[in-house]
């Protein structure tokens, strides 16, 4: 089966740092692109941060240039998000996805999420 799990979230003070893990089984992970996504409470699910597959080009959102950084150990199946510099608004359930191209409207897997909570 098909997994990616991510994990990693929990509650920070505004101005910390996190470090999220999206761990993959069931399919070729060399293969695909990994995206970050995230969901706040009664807001639409935005892209952040993609990685990609075949020379580890890495993209990210306007609002976490600068503060996020996304990471790939093909020898762990895993890709990391490294948040720093959290603010109150980046509150949100965070989700990887596997994908062929780097994309914020397709993916061909998705994963559980992790909640981050970052209190001012």
């Known amino acids: 089966d098909v997994q990616l799990q991510a994990s990693g979230g929990g509650l920070v003070q505004a101005g910390g740092s996190l470090r999220l893990s999206c761990a993959a089984s069931?399919?070729?992970?060399?293969?695909?692109?990994i995206g970050w996504f995230r969901q706040a409470p009664g807001k639409e699910r935005e892209g952040i941060s993609c990685?990609?597959?075949?020379?580890?080009?890495?993209y990210y959102v306007d609002f976490v240039k600068g503060r996020f950084t996304i990471s790939r150990d093909n020898a762990k199946n895993t890709v990391y998000l490294q948040m720093d510099s959290l603010k109150p608004e980046d509150t949100a359930v965070y989700h990887c996805a596997a994908m062929y191209q780097c994309s914020w409207h397709r993916f061909d897997y998705w994963g559980q999420g992790t909640l981050v909570t970052v209190s001012s």
């Open positions: 069931g399919f070729s992970f060399d293969d695909y692109s």
């Open positions: 990685i990609s597959k075949e020379d580890g080009s890495t």
